[in-house]
């Protein structure tokens, strides 16, 4: 019986070197969803869910995306996974700029989405021999009944749910939470991907088993070289998972660096309140040294009548009158650290005008 190709680490020594390109990389990406045509009676109304983000994702490394939701999280990762068609920017995989041209299917062989919710992500109707089955063939990565049965064990192995045998013919609602998102981690690995984005993996999961998914997921990423974007709004386990950190608010970027300077000295007020409302019962009232609790103020706004300049600023304690009018530039703090807030310098004739 003859075993499916499957990658290896090997075949990414070169990206994986001391100066890896990154497989991904999107500048100014931009989303609207339209919700009403202008008429007569009406002006022309959108949904503004993403604003000027950029972003790029490295062989064997993990970005974790985080913020509360509805602040344009997932928006991302489906306009990375091209389920949705950003409305501006680019977008281009190993050097080569992503359109409308570029081959869906090659595309997305090499980038995987991983659902929230397994049980949805799942057909109720289907084994989890189909669900893995179907890739392999789709993809040719199995060309007889052999390689396809052999390449599902595999796949089920990979993902911990062993034995494989016991698994293959049972349905979606036959496996608890976390047995399901390893079979959808499993789906995703089937079509050989370099690129894996996971949309809040372990939210929908018992706490005692998400770390667990988050160490399968770990292990995959280091062992297969695989660029891995992490979307949470957990920002403590974004430290613990992901080399860099990325802080997305109502759509905008506002801070992003290494994720232990980014969460251990967090410069935007809005990243100082998602680590403050993280529970750590040893913190205390710090957030970290020298800096205090943020509280709460307010809700996430509107995304079809945002505030203008910096979104935050009706909730931040800090916010100035230039914080209403212009949204401020990125300023480098240091080690690849940076902020986009005016508490940190930013001359807002370069931030430009409100978007």
């Keep these: 019986m003859s075993t499916p190709h499957i990658n290896t680490s090997d075949q990414f020594q070169d990206a994986a070197g001391p100066n890896p390109q990154p497989i991904i990389e999107v500048e100014h990406l931009r989303k609207e969803f339209p919700l009403r045509q202008a008429s007569f009676w009406s002006k022309a109304m959108t949904v503004k869910a993403v604003e000027d983000t950029n ?28 389920v949705y068609q950003p409305t501006s920017g680019t977008m281009s995989y190993q050097g080569r700029i992503v359109n409308r041209q570029f081959s869906l299917k090659e595309y997305r062989r090499n980038v995987q989405l991983v659902f929230q919710d397994p049980f949805a ?3 109720p109707v289907h084994n989890i021999r189909y669900h893995l089955a179907r890739p392999l063939q789709i993809y040719r990565h199995a060309t007889n009944r052999d390689e396809l049965e052999a390449g599902v064990i595999s796949l089920l192995q990979r993902v911990s749910l062993s034995p494989a045998e016991q698994f293959i013919e049972k349905y979606p609602h036959q496996l608890s939470g976390g047995q399901r998102q390893r079979v959808a981690i499993a789906r995703a690995l089937a079509a050989q991907p370099r690129v894996l984005l996971a949309d809040e993996p372990v939210s929908m999961l018992d706490v005692s088993i998400r770390l667990d998914i988050l160490n399968l997921l770990l292990r995959l990423k280091d062992e297969e070289q695989l660029a891995l974007l ?20 109502a759509g905008q970027t506002v801070e992003g660096g290494p994720s232990d300077e980014v969460i251990q000295q967090p410069k935007h007020p809005y990243t100082q309140l998602l680590i403050s409302a993280a529970p750590n019962p040893g913190r205390a009232n710090k957030i970290v040294k020298g800096v205090s609790k943020i509280p709460a103020r307010g809700e996430i706004p509107s995304l079809i009548k945002p505030p203008t300049g910096c979104r935050f600023h009706p909730r931040c304690p800090h916010a100035m009158p ?28 370069v931030s430009g005008p409100t978007p």
Aim: hydrophobic content about 40%; glycine content about 10%; charged content about 15%.
């Design 55 to 82: 972003l790029a994702l490295y062989p064997g490394r993990a970005l974790a995306l985080v913020g509360e939701s509805g602040s344009g999280k997932t928006t991302v990762a489906r306009m990375l996974a091209r």
């Design 121 to 123: 992500s799942l057909n």
């Design 230 to 249: 992490f979307i949470t709004h957990d920002i403590a386990s974004a430290r613990y998972f992901a080399e860099s950190t990325l802080v997305m608010y």
């Design 322 to 349: 230039i914080c209403k009018q212009a949204f401020p530039p990125r300023t480098e703090l240091g080690n690849g650290h940076w902020t986009n807030c005016f508490l940190y310098g930013g001359d807002p004739a």
